[in-house]
């Protein structure tokens, strides 16, 4: 039989096909990248927008902080520490912030930004020229009250007061610990022990009766080979009354150790808690000698109102951004 031959339209086919299949993967690739270009394109463009916000709020702060500094003007001659205080909060934050020059790129902004700092500098000199050093310290306590201990001994406040609270219910938890552990201890054992020497009785007992001979209707063995057996039949009655003597015992048991812990699993949650705590609690303690929930509120307080008597309560000389 002669090999069949390919026509010049098969041929023409085949070559179509091949050219079809090379436009479509071009055309494919081609998308991909018009794909990838526009996102990159979206992206940039986010970027951008959000820099142009970022510029804009930028611009606002130096505003702010122009109205700011004009107020520190008004306001540290007659109340020095305070000004230098807010003024140094500030200045902080504006390092944070980052609203130096090199921040900008227009060189308006720029300038903004050096004129900022420069008065700033110039203020913080000014005020601190006409402050004794005792003042001075005092404008330092006050900022670190302000910034710093305030909020340490509001947190240490919170943190003796959990611990008094506990120290009035740590007896019980010491007391219902042995009993709790007790009660587990022996609730396992007797379980493990009962339902050890029941399962190994019934099963000595299954054992000895040897293999089923005869089925029910129901596919349930009827008669083993060794029904007749006395030593299968006194194993497997001892091996129900294993089981059983388990239940009576066990129950009870397990019962004792549900009601021991309902009284120790609360207490064990908040002992767990109070040592959780215990390096941040002696660190503060430590720091601010305080020992008590009361005292830390007391020095707290304190503080607080010994930072507003130095504080203006009119809202003309009160400095904020």
């Given at each position: 039989m002669s090999r069949p031959q390919a026509s010049?339209?098969?041929?023409?086919?085949?070559?179509?096909?091949?050219?079809?299949?090379?436009?479509l993967a071009n055309q494919s690739r081609a998308?991909?990248?018009q794909n990838q270009m526009m996102q990159q394109q979206l992206l940039m463009q986010q970027i951008e927008q959000m820099n142009r916000e970022l510029l804009i709020e930028k611009r606002k702060m130096l505003m702010r902080l122009h109205l700011f500094l004009d107020k520190v003007d008004r306001t540290h001659p007659h109340f020095p520490e305070y000004a230098w205080m807010m003024l140094d909060i500030v200045n902080d934050q504006n390092q944070i912030v980052g609203l130096s020059a090199s921040e900008f790129e227009e060189v308006a902004d720029m300038e903004k930004a050096n004129q900022i700092q420069t008065r700033i500098y110039d203020t913080k000199i000014l005020i601190l020229s006409n402050l004794s050093q005792d003042r001075q310290n005092y404008a330092a306590r006050m900022k670190s009250i302000v910034m710093t201990e305030e909020d340490e001994l509001e947190r240490l406040e919170y943190l003796l007061e959990g611990f008094e609270n506990w120290n009035e219910v740590s007896p019980q938890y010491e007391e219902i610990k042995p009993i709790h552990e007790r009660n587990k201890k022996t609730a396992i054992k007797v379980w493990a022990i009962g339902l050890v020497i029941a399962l190994a009785l019934l099963g000595g007992g299954g054992g000895l009766l040897g293999e089923c001979v005869e089925y029910d209707?129901?596919?349930?063995?009827?008669?083993?080979?060794?029904?007749?057996?006395?030593?299968?039949?006194?194993?497997?009655?001892?091996?129900?009354?294993?089981?059983?003597?388990?239940?009576?015992?066990?129950?009870?048991?397990?019962?004792?150790?549900?009601?021991?812990?309902?009284?120790?699993?609360?207490?064990?949650?908040q002992f767990e808690f109070i040592s959780n705590q215990s390096l941040e609690r002696d660190s503060l303690s430590s720091k601010h000698s305080?020992?008590?929930?009361?005292?830390?509120?007391?020095?707290?307080?304190?503080?607080?109102?010994?930072?507003?008597?130095?504080?203006p309560k009119d809202p003309n000389f009160i400095l904020e951004l």
């Open positions: 010049w339209a098969d041929i023409a086919n085949v070559g179509s096909n091949l050219y079809q299949n090379r436009q998308l991909e990248q209707a129901d596919g349930v063995c009827d008669t083993y080979e060794n029904d007749d057996s006395i030593v299968a039949g006194v194993l497997m009655l001892l091996g129900f009354f294993a089981f059983i003597a388990t239940l009576i015992v066990g129950i009870p048991k397990s019962l004792a150790v549900s009601k021991s812990g309902k009284i120790f699993n609360p207490l064990n949650v305080i020992s008590t929930s009361h005292d830390a509120g007391q020095m707290r307080t304190s503080l607080v109102n010994w930072v507003d008597s130095m504080s």
